[in-house]
């Protein structure tokens, strides 16, 4: 049955995120604004408590138990991925840069546990993991990367340059891709894991930026770095057709959270925004058809229902993530939408607000620098079109470039 | 709860109705606009499927079905997508069926319910819409005063369907500054209805314009008697109402243009291996997604008992909005060919430009 109404228990996760976001998060986000590449030590009560190195035991057995417990559940509704980007929005409501440096959520964390064997789950999933895809000459097209990586022995021997990778300086391990059959294309590309300290793994530098300036954007380069042969995630077996399908896949349920994202930032804005025109003595009622209301009024509603749009967009794609259902398309859609429209709607908050959306008295000003990357990671807003089209009519990549 | 998926019930519906409207209406549209008329067979088919009746008690004609807003919704989508006119003229009585059941007094409901319930189609309808410069549905030109133990009526009305057919109209009125319903027979000597109108879209259905002149109501045909109707409530459901249709036509539009381009060739190849192209489709697409969504969102507040005042409002501008947008891309997508009769995108691009400016063409 058709029902858009939160469940207490989701509403309240939501709470419990929002009082953290502004709790931590808003006290905090114009420091770390100024002070960029300074690490916000305040986050450190977020850092999950690090297992006991002397048993390997007892790491194992509250996996065991989890899964007994499971099996006696009722089968009810699962909202793993709704939890996600309701979370999410509230965090970037809060702040997000600081979202992105949350310690230990890394989204190199996301493909460990999406592809990652059980036994790499356990050696790495409580660790901080970044992502590293991009290079300088592959950035929307993440099939071109050129690292490469050479089986030698038990080692693979890794190549390359990656760059943006957020978290760079924070994290512990980097999820890097890598291609381990270069005249496979790219059904060639896998992805390693490589700890930080690792001979021949260097960062080079942090990247200076337009916006979320908490958190660390920086490049690696790669120069005979020597991995153990079971760093790699997954299988090492090159199929031509399905491989890098699968790796995309990662990113179905990933969009949904960075269009949350802008959600959260717009939403702030919105807030924010709303504050001040109601101290005007504007009241905003939902009631009149546009004839009785100044264009500010006019607008905000016109923003507001753009946000109402992105949000269902984004809970579709999460709902059915929950639901078991394939989600490609919907999950691009939330994308090309909440990136689009997320940046607009705090652009022109900023314009509503004035000079009040250009000091750094407050907050809006960061929060138009800050939403505007939610349209560029992680496959930017054309390339979220692109998807949207070829899924909608079933075109390839080679009719629709 | 939180699910998006729809019950069986409610997929046996969805096909039900798409089936008919195929079967009916999408063939036909460009002809019944050409001959200003919907068949009433087609209506009566429709009308047969009890989608405005259902929640009327069975006693008063109906099935005693519980009131989904939801479904409801979903029956509106797929209509519209079939005809916008098609739309409305089916579901034409829940206009006054609706705020009848919610809003009506018991003796309202047993004097008027079974007529509109009956086993025929009965073309009741609603007025609310006012042929002047900066109509709201929430500030009423048409004005009721108390007068000589009577209500008296007067102003004007316009895009009022079935207007001369229908044996009753619901007029929407300020009675002393805010909103009410009045239930108006047809033989009533203070209401003039015009000459067919002639509007830009919804041609195969028969509007009007009505004037009041000093039309005498009885006490008893206010909706709510002394104590009026939630007039807000009422506006609420026909906002849900008015996106849900415009979902429909914007889907039509959406995938009409998509199939368009996808077999349409220029410079050697079908014309949506350009991004220009590929990208407006996407838009449409998503779009169409996001304001079912938020009709949904409305329409499931309502079903859980609770207001919808925000989410009906955003989901009607919404929808007036998008709904433009994307019957234009559909008209822009074709071309030249897009602004002929030929094809259907031209229609839809006159229907749809009603969504955002016309009121209470549908409720839920
Ligand atoms: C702050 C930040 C953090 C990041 N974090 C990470 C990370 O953790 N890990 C990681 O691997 N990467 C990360 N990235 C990289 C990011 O994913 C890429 O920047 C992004 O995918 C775009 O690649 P590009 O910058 O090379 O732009 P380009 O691919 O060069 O694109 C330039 C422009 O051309 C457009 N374009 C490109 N191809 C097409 C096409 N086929 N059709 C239409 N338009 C096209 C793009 O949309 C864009 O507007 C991060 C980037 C930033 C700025």
């Known amino acids: 049955m058709i029902s858009l109404e939160l469940t207490e228990e989701l509403k309240q996760s939501r709470t419990n995120m929002h009082n953290l976001a502004r709790d931590l998060f808003r006290p905090i986000a114009r420091k770390y604004d100024i002070e960029e590449h300074t690490y916000p030590k305040e986050l450190d009560i977020l850092r999950p408590p690090k297992p006991k190195k002397d048993s390997s035991e007892a790491e194992k057995k509250p996996v065991e138990v989890k899964e007994v417990k499971k099996d006696k559940k009722p089968a009810g509704p699962k909202y793993d991925n709704l939890i996600g980007v309701l979370s999410v929005e509230e965090l970037c409501w809060g702040d997000l840069g600081l979202m992105l440096t949350f310690p230990g959520m890394g989204l190199g964390n996301a493909a460990i546990s999406a592809v990652g064997t059980p036994e790499q789950k356990i050696k790495f999933g409580s660790r901080w993991a970044a992502m590293a895809i991009t290079e300088p000459e592959a950035g929307s097209d993440s099939a071109a990367v050129q690292t490469t990586a050479v089986l030698d022995g038990d080692e693979w021997v890794i190549n390359g340059e990656k760059i943006f990778v957020t978290s760079a300086d924070r994290s512990e391990i980097v999820v890097v891709w890598a291609n381990i059959e270069p005249s496979a294309g790219k059904a060639g590309i896998k992805s390693f894991i490589v700890e930080k300290g690792t001979p021949g793994f260097k960062l080079e530098h942090l990247e200076h930026k337009l916006g979320i300036r908490a958190s660390d954007t920086g490049t690696f380069v790669l120069k005979d770095c020597r991995v153990p042969r079971e760093n790699l995630l997954g299988s090492a077996e090159v199929k031509k057709k399905q491989s890098f399908a699968g790796v995309m896949q990662t990113f179905d349920n990933t969009r949904p959270t960075v269009a949350a994202m802008a959600l959260g930032v717009a939403r702030a804005a919105m807030e924010f925004t709303k504050e001040k025109i109601e101290e005007s003595g504007m009241q905003l009622d939902y009631a009149n058809s546009g004839y009785n209301m100044s264009s500010i009024h006019k607008e905000f509603y016109r923003m507001e229902s753009n946000l109402e749009a992105m949000r269902l967009l984004i809970w579709q794609a999460a709902s059915m993530a929950d639901a078991g259902i394939r989600n490609s398309l919907q999950a691009s859609m939330c994308k090309a939408k909440a990136g689009k429209a997320g940046t607009e709607i705090v652009q022109k908050c900023c314009e509503i607000l004035g000079p009040l959306g250009y000091t750094y008295k407050n907050l809006a000003e960061k929060w138009m620098r800050d939403v505007k990357i939610t349209d560029i990671f992680e496959g930017t807003g054309q390339i979220q079109h692109l998807i949207v089209a070829r899924q909608l009519m079933k075109l390839s990549s080679k009719d629709l470039k | ?364």
């Open chain 2, 1 to 364: 709860m939180f699910s998006l998926e729809m019950s069986k019930e409610q997929k046996m519906i969805k096909d039900e109705v798409a089936k008919l409207v195929k079967n009916i209406v999408t063939e036909n549209a460009a002809d019944m606009e050409e001959k200003r008329e919907i068949p009433p067979d087609a209506v009566q088919k429709a009308w047969e499927l009890g989608a405005s009746v259902s929640m009327v008690p069975e006693k008063m004609g109906g099935f005693g079905l519980e009131d989904s807003p939801i479904t409801t919704a979903i029956i509106l989508e797929e209509l519209a997508y079939g005809d916008l006119s098609f739309a409305v003229l089916a579901t034409l009585p829940s206009l006054i069926i609706s705020p009848l059941i919610n809003m009506g007094t018991e003796s309202q409901k047993s004097k008027y319910l079974p007529l509109f319930c009956e086993e025929k189609f009965n073309p009741c309808t609603l007025a609310i819409n006012e042929p002047h410069f900066g109509f709201e549905p929430e500030n009423l030109k048409t004005v009721v005063e108390e007068k000589n133990g009577s209500y008296q009526l007067n102003g004007s009305k316009c895009f009022v369907p079935m207007a001369a057919q229908a044996s009753h109209i619901l007029v929407a009125a300020s009675l002393e500054g805010t909103g009410n319903l009045f239930i108006i027979a047809k033989d009533n000597p203070g209401m003039k209805i015009s000459e067919l109108e002639e509007n830009t879209g919804l041609r195969s259905l028969p509007t009007y314009e009505i004037t009041f002149e000093n039309c005498e109501i009885p006490f008893e045909d206010r909706l709510g008697e002394t104590s009026g109707c939630d007039y807000e409530m009422f506006l609420q459901k026909t906002r849900i109402g008015m996106s849900a249709i415009g979902t429909g036509v914007s889907r039509a539009s959406f995938e009409f243009a998509m199939n368009y381009s996808k077999d349409r060739q220029q410079f050697g190849e079908p014309i949506v291996h350009r991004q220009s192209v590929a990208f407006m489709i996407a838009e449409m697409g998503y779009e169409v997604e996001a304001m079912r969504l938020m009709t949904w969102k409305a329409a499931s507040r309502l079903e859980a008992g609770k207001d919808a005042k925000r989410e009906a409002y955003l989901a009607k501008l919404y929808a007036g909005e998008q709904t433009m947008k994307v019957v234009d891309y559909g008209v822009q997508l074709l071309g030249g060919h897009g602004y002929t009769k030929e094809y259907p995108v031209e229609r839809y691009y006159r229907n749809g430009r009603g969504i955002g400016i016309i009121e209470g063409l549908a409720t839920v």
